[in-house]
C-alpha cells in the first residue's frame, strides 16, 4: 500500500480550471448506463494541463469543442494539455451501478437508482474537477423506462419532461444555484408519495415531497412534520428562507450515512424517515426529527455556502450539527439534548481523541477523506461552534451568521472565514480561539479551590493541561468555563462564565459567609476533561441544588462513577466491594421527586456503560471493571427495589414519551440487578402497543438473563421479519447478548434471510453492534471477539470499505488495554494490513493504530 499518499492542508492549491456550467445526460440501464457531461470551462492558470477525476469508468469519448481531442489517464485522472482560455468539454462514459456495491457514485438500491456523491463519488460517474471548490450550474436530463422508474429526479426545479420510444420517458432538471458536484444528485424507482406544502415567510409556496418504498406511506408522515417544522425554525431562530420551488427527501435502504444534503433533494437512509408508533421507538422519533432538520438546515450551512476543501469539512457538519442541536432542544427538552450530545462528546469524540486517529476538528492530513467525517469533526465542531455562542451571546452569534452569509452567499471558504465574520461582527477578539480548529487532542483542566472563614474569600485555580495529541508546539486554549457557586442552604450565590486562556489560571471571589459548593463547567462549557477531587457530599448536593439540570445529571454520573472506580480498586487490592448508603439515597431522591422530568430522572438512572467508564481513564483493568459494575448496579438496585416497582407501576399506562423513558429505566435497572420479575416483562411485551415499550422489555429479559428471553426473541422475530429496519433492532439485541454462544449465533445469522453483507444497516445492527455495545464479548481475554470482527473486515474490505472502516474502530482503540488485549487486537491489525487488495479506507485505520 505504499502507493497511498495523504493529501496535506498546506499544500492545498486553488484549481487551475474551473466550470461554470454542466449539462449532463444519464441515459439509465442497471449495468451499462450512459452519462453525457458537456461543461464550460474556464482556465484559471496558464501553462497547467487539465487534471479530470475519475473512478471506476468506461471512457467512451472526449470532445473539446465538438472536436475529438487528446488525452491520456495517468493516475486515475484523465489529462487534457494544451487547452484555450474558455472551452466546451464534453466527455461520454459508460458505468455500471448494478454492480456498484460501494454505495458510492450512481448504484442501484432495491431496484432504484440511486446517488452518494460527498466527499468524492462524483467521479464515479463521469470525469470532473471532483473538488468541492468548483462550483458550477447544473442542468441534467435524466432517461429510462416509465416501467419501474415512473419517478426521475435530480437537483433544482423540474423545467421539462416527455415520452420517449420503447416505454422510455425523460425528465430536465435545472439548478438555479451553483454547487460543488458532492452536490450532485440523482434518483429513479417506484415510489410512494408523500405531498404537502410550506409558505415561506416572504408568501412563497414551497411544494414538499417525501418519496418511500412501496407500502411505507403511512411511515412518511413524522419525517414530513419534522420538515416543516425545521422550515419555519430556521426562518424564526436565523431567519433562513427556504430557495427553491420543491424540497424532496427520499429514503433508501442501501445508504453507508444517515443521510445527504443535496441540494433540494434530500437523499435518506430509511432509517431516519420511516417511522409508526408499532415499529418505531421514541428515541427513533427524535432522530428522525433531529436528522431531517440538520439536513434542512445545509441548504444555507454547507450547500449556498460550501468548503473550500475537505479539510474545512467542519465549517459545514460543525456548524450544522450545533444548528440541528439547536432545533432540537428549541422544540423539545434542552437539558435531555444536551446530555445526550455531552454523551457523544464523552464516550465517543474522547476516545477517539486519545486513540491512532486523533485529528483536529479541521484535519491537517489524510490519506481517505471518507475516515474523516467523525465525532471530532462533527460533534467536537459543533462544540467550537457552541463555545463561540457563549462568548459572543444569542445577539454577538446571529449578527455573525448574517455577516457570514453576506460575505460568502454562492461560494466555498474555509473555517476562517466563518471565524473572522463572528469576530468582525461581534468585535469579539477569537484569535486564540482559532486553536480549536488546529489543534488534536482533549485538553485537561485540573482545578483547585480554597476558602478563608475569616475574609470570606474564595480562590479557584484552574490549571489547563494540553494533551500529547495537540502537538510539541501546542499551547493554550481559551476555554470559556462556566461556573456556579451553591451556599450550604443550596442557593445559588453566583453563575458566571470565566474565561481560562493560561496554562495557570486564578479566580477569587469574596464576600462570601460559608464555603461554596462548586458547580464546574457547567452545562460541559467546553469539551475538555475535568479532574477536581468532589466528595461524595458535594455531589450529592449538586445533584439536588445546582440550577443546572445537565450539571445535576453529570454530578449523577460522578457520583456512580466513583462508587464503580472505588469498587474496581477494592478488587485489585483484595478488599471487599461495598456501597455507600448515600450514594443510594441520593438515587433514591430522584425517583421520589415527581416534580422532576422524567426524561431527566431516566438519563440519571441510566448508569454509565462500560465504554463509558473506560474514558475516564487512562488505562483499565478490564475484568475488574466489569465486576464492579455489575456489583454496584446489584446494590443499587437492590436498595431501591420497592421505589422502582412503585414508580413502574406508576407510570406503565401513560402513553407519553417521557414516561417511557422514566418507566422502562427502572425496569431495566430492576433487570441488571437480577430483581426483575419475569411475568412483569412478558407482561409489558404482551401488552405493548409500541415499539418502545416491547424493546424495553426485550432488553430487560436479556439484562436479567431471564428463562423467557429466547421465546419472546422468536416471537418478535416471527412478526417483525419482514420489516428490515425493526430486524435491525433484534439483531442489535441478538449482538448486544452477553453470553459466551454470542459469537456462533453472530455467525449463524449473518446467514439469515433478513441480514445481507451488502447493506450498511444490516452491517451496523449485527456486526458494528457487536464490537462498539457488547465489551464483556468483543473483549473476551481469549481475543476471539477481535477475530470475529476481522473475518467480517476482511469480507467487507471487497464489499464496501467505507463501512469496514467506520466499524473497525473498537479495535484500533487499544490504548488502555491490558498488554494481552493489547497484543490479541495487534495481530488482527496485522492480519488485516497485510491484505493484498486492502482498501485506503481500511489502510489508514489500521495503519496509523499500528503505528501509534
Not at 468548483?134 to 419501474?148: D, F, H, N, S
Not at 495537540?470 to 458566571?496: Q, R, V, W, Y
Not at 446494590?635 to 414516561?659: F, K, M, Q, T
Request: proline letters at 4%; glycine letters at 6%; aromatic letters at 10%.
Amino acid at each position: 500500500m505504499s502507493e497511498l499518499q495523504a493529501k496535506h492542508l498546506k499544500d492545498y492549491q486553488s484549481p487551475a480550471f474551473t466550470i461554470s456550467e454542466l449539462d449532463m445526460l444519464v441515459d439509465l440501464y442497471p449495468s451499462k448506463t450512459r452519462v453525457i457531461a458537456r461543461s464550460q470551462v474556464i482556465r484559471c492558470r496558464d501553462n497547467e494541463a487539465l487534471l479530470l477525476d475519475g473512478e471506476g469508468l468506461e471512457l467512451k469519448s472526449v470532445k473539446v469543442n465538438n472536436e475529438a481531442y487528446p488525452y491520456q489517464i495517468v493516475a486515475g485522472q484523465l489529462r487534457l494539455e494544451g487547452l484555450p482560455a474558455h472551452f466546451a468539454l464534453e466527455i461520454e462514459t459508460e458505468i455500471d451501478p448494478v454492480g456498484n456495491s460501494s454505495l458510492e457514485g450512481l448504484y442501484m438500491s432495491d431496484g432504484a437508482y440511486c446517488t452518494q456523491c460527498e466527499a468524492e463519488g462524483f467521479r464515479r460517474i463521469t470525469y470532473f474537477p471532483d473538488r468541492p471548490d468548483v462550483l458550477a450550474k447544473y442542468r441534467v436530463r435524466i432517461e429510462a423506462p416509465k416501467t419501474g422508474f415512473p419517478y426521475l429526479l435530480s437537483n433544482g426545479n423540474k423545467v421539462e419532461a416527455g415520452a420517449l420510444d420503447d416505454d422510455r420517458h425523460y425528465v430536465v432538471w435545472e439548478d438555479p444555484f451553483p454547487k460543488p458536484s458532492y452536490l450532485f444528485a440523482l434518483v429513479a424507482g417506484d415510489f410512494d408519495l408523500l405531498q404537502d406544502s410550506f409558505v415561506t415567510q416572504s408568501g412563497r409556496h414551497v411544494a414538499l415531497e417525501v418519496f418511500v418504498d412501496k407500502g411505507n406511506l403511512h411511515k412518511a408522515h413524522h419525517a414530513m412534520a419534522s420538515l416543516k417544522k425545521s422550515m419555519a425554525w430556521d426562518e424564526s431562530r436565523f431567519g433562513l428562507e427556504y430557495d427553491l420551488d420543491i424540497y424532496m427527501i427520499v429514503a433508501v435502504d442501501f445508504f453507508n450515512m444517515g443521510a445527504m444534503e443535496n441540494k433540494g433533494l434530500n437523499i435518506f437512509n430509511t432509517k431516519y424517515v420511516l417511522a409508526d408508533i408499532e415499529s418505531a421507538t421514541d428515541d427513533d422519533f427524535h432522530g428522525i426529527e433531529s436528522v431531517v432538520g440538520h439536513e434542512y438546515f445545509h441548504n444555507w450551512t454547507g450547500n449556498r455556502v460550501t468548503c473550500r476543501d475537505w479539510f474545512q469539512l467542519s465549517l459545514k457538519e460543525g456548524l450544522t450539527v450545533f444548528r440541528d442541536q439547536e432545533f432540537s432542544s428549541d422544540v423539545g427538552s434542552r437539558a435531555v439534548n444536551r446530555i445526550q450530545a455531552i454523551k457523544v462528546i464523552k464516550n465517543q469524540q474522547f476516545a477517539e481523541d486519545s486513540g491512532p486517529m486523533a485529528h483536529p476538528i479541521r484535519p491537517q492530513s489524510v490519506i481517505e477523506m471518507n475516515n474523516f467525517y467523525t465525532v471530532t469533526v462533527y460533534n467536537k465542531g459543533a462544540e467550537v461552534i457552541r463555545m463561540m455562542h457563549t462568548l459572543l451571546g444569542e445577539a454577538g452569534f446571529q449578527a455573525g451568521m448574517k455577516l457570514y452569509f453576506q460575505r460568502h452567499d454562492g461560494q466555498a471558504v474555509t473555517c476562517d472565514d466563518f471565524v473572522g465574520a463572528m469576530e468582525d461582527a461581534s468585535g469579539v477578539d477569537l484569535s486564540q480561539f482559532r486553536l480549536w480548529y488546529n489543534q488534536a487532542g482533549t485538553p485537561t483542566l485540573k482545578v483547585s479551590d480554597s476558602f478563608d472563614a475569616r475574609s470570606g474569600e474564595y480562590r479557584l485555580v484552574v490549571l489547563q493541561q494540553l494533551p500529547p495529541q495537540a502537538g510539541d508546539d501546542a499551547k493554550p486554549m481559551h476555554i470559556p468555563f462556566d461556573l456556579e457557586l451553591i451556599g450550604d442552604d443550596g442557593k445559588s450565590l453566583l453563575n458566571k462564565v470565566l474565561d481560562v486562556k493560561e496554562a495557570h489560571n486564578e479566580f477569587v471571589f469574596e464576600g462570601l459567609s460559608t464555603r461554596p459548593v462548586p458547580s464546574l463547567l457547567q452545562n460541559f462549557s467546553a469539551p475538555v476533561k475535568l479532574e477536581y477531587d468532589f466528595t461524595t457530599a458535594q455531589l450529592i448536593s449538586l445533584m439536588r441544588n445546582a440550577s443546572s439540570e445537565v450539571a445535576r445529571w453529570e454530578a449523577s454520573v460522578s457520583l456512580i462513577s466513583r462508587a464503580i472506580w472505588g469498587n474496581v480498586n477494592a478488587l485489585v487490592s483484595g478488599g471487599d466491594m461495598a456501597l455507600d448508603t448515600r450514594v443510594a439515597d441520593a438515587f433514591r431522591a430522584v425517583l421520589l421527586d415527581e416534580e422532576l422530568d422524567p426524561q431527566l430522572a431516566a438519563e440519571i438512572l441510566n448508569i454509565p456503560s462500560i465504554n463509558a467508564l473506560i474514558e475516564q481513564v487512562d488505562s483499565v483493568n478490564f475484568d475488574a471493571l466489569v465486576s464492579a459494575r455489575a456489583f454496584v448496579l446489584e446494590e443499587l438496585s437492590a436498595n431501591l427495589e420497592d421505589e422502582l416497582l412503585v414508580r413502574y407501576r406508576e407510570l406503565y399506562h401513560i402513553d407519553s414519551a417521557p414516561a417511557r423513558a422514566l418507566k422502562n429505566a427502572c425496569l431495566a435497572m430492576l433487570a441488571r440487578g437480577g430483581l426483575c420479575p419475569e411475568e412483569l416483562v412478558e407482561k409489558q411485551f404482551n401488552e405493548s402497543c409500541n415499539m418502545t415499550d416491547s424493546l424495553a422489555a426485550l432488553g430487560a429479559a436479556m439484562a436479567g438473563e431471564l428463562d423467557c428471553q429466547d421465546s419472546l426473541l422468536e416471537r418478535f422475530e416471527q412478526r417483525w421479519v419482514d420489516t428490515p429496519l425493526v430486524m435491525d433492532k433484534w439483531f442489535m439485541l441478538q449482538a448486544s447478548r452477553q453470553d459466551d454462544a454470542v459469537l456462533g449465533r453472530i455467525d449463524a445469522l449473518v446467514s439469515h434471510k433478513a441480514f445481507s453483507l451488502n447493506n450498511p444497516n444490516r452491517v451496523r445492527s449485527l456486526i458494528g453492534c457487536f464490537a462498539a455495545n457488547n465489551p464483556v464479548q468483543f473483549h473476551r481475554e481469549d481475543g476471539e471477539g477481535y477475530r470475529l470482527l476481522t473475518r467480517y473486515l476482511k469480507q467487507l474490505n471487497g464489499v464496501n470499505p467505507q463501512v469496514a472502516a467506520r466499524i473497525i474502530t473498537p479495535l484500533i482503540q487499544f490504548g488502555k488495554f491490558d498488554e494481552g488485549r493489547k497484543q490479541n487486537m495487534k495481530a488482527c491489525l496485522e492480519e488485516l494490513i497485510g491484505m493484498p487488495e486492502l482498501s485506503r479506507d481500511l489502510y489508514e485505520k489500521v495503519s496509523r493504530a499500528l503505528s501509534q
